[in-house]
């Protein structure tokens, strides 16, 4: 979640159950710190993609996705995450 809000963090557990239930990746959960400091975390352990649930997700139902190479940030369907995951990570 962009922030440590129950209506936040509610969303994004569903969406990080939902990655594991229905891949093989390893995935991570962080609310801890800022966005910019879970990113440099993601970062440095080698994360590809990281998701992340804000208020556009309440409206809406997008997720930000960042890439971890190009820093280049794109918004999707929540429920386009895990088709986005095995286009892009295989």
């Known amino acids: ?9 509610d969303v994004a ?11 093989n990746y390893l995935v991570d959960f962080d ?3 800022n966005i910019g400091k879970r990113y440099r975390r993601q970062d440095e352990a080698g994360t ?29 369907g929540a429920d386009e995450v895990i088709g986005f995951l095995r286009e892009h990570v295989g």
């Open 48 to 76: 590809p993609f990281c998701f992340t649930v804000d208020f556009d997700t309440l409206a809406n139902g997008t997720v930000t996705v960042r890439d971890r190479d190009t820093t280049d940030q794109i918004r999707i």
């Open 31 to 33: 609310e801890t710190g």
């Open 1 to 9: 979640p962009l922030m440590k809000k129950p209506e936040l963090a």
């Open 13 to 23: 557990k569903e969406l990080f159950g939902r990655i594991e239930r229905e891949t």
